[in-house]
């Protein structure tokens, strides 16, 4: 970071390193900056950084710069390249939670998803197996290393605290988890009517002998039932009768206007940042006139 910052920096640096990249052919033309405010730019800093890390090595000898010990420490760029791979897996996980029409339901399935994941790498660095984090692959190939010498208790660990922060951030979803599958799937055939219940009512503060009834008449209305169709989870309850599934229909408006990012309070937000931005388009007294 602080070898990125000097030459971003000063404006001979920067041309200088430039220049040299051209002349090595480098895939990339210039190093990437890391802000705090925007997360993702963590992830493309690093694999920027990494992918540029021999042409800066030489950059650092021909200009006589001030040496980074770092950059020869094979732990270190072991350590650089398991935090490049897991930063990349987490920004597309980051990515994949933004977009319109992401509910909790949709948050809950990807957040799912990441932790098994994250089961999954720590299983697989227990057996040195590193299919998942190509950097920390192509890193101990050049320093011809076998991978059963790597000290893999010390990445599992990491990958293990991941996945305990994401067990306390995500604890809520445990409690909506079984509504939202219900609502997804009304007709299951194992439904625990007293357990979805008792759920909805803690949930939504609804009466509970009223919630259970109508659990119980929809799985038995059969006219209902040949309207569901996959996939039409938030139209589905739109079919309900108002007066009959009053509780239901409430409970399902309430869980889907839930969404766990800002992706849509930020939208709006960027969208003025271009209209105030000096690409506008400026109205005059002859566009008034015309």
Known sequence: MKFVCSVRARSLQRRLFRAHLEETGAEHTDLLLHTDVRWLSRGTFLARFWELLPDIKDFLKLSKHAEY??????????????????????????????GKDKHVINMISSVNTFKSKLQLLSSRLQHC?????????????????????????????QVQSILLEFERRFTDFASIEPVASYLCFPFGPSIDVDSIASRIVLLFHLDNSAVENEILTLQNDIEIKSRATPGMTGQFWNLLPEQKYHNLRICAFNLTALFGSAYLCECPFSHMKIIKSKYRSTMTDDHLVA
């Open 129 to 157: 197996d590193l299919r998942n984090f190509p950097h920390m692959q192509a890193e101990i190939r050049s320093q011809s290393k076998d991978f059963a010498q790597l000290d893999s208790a010390r990445y599992e660990e």
């Open 69 to 98: 010990a770092q950059l020869e420490d094979h732990q270190w760029l072991l350590d650089l390249a398991f935090l490049t791979d897991l930063t990349d897996l987490l920004n597309d996980f980051n990515l994949e939670l933004q």
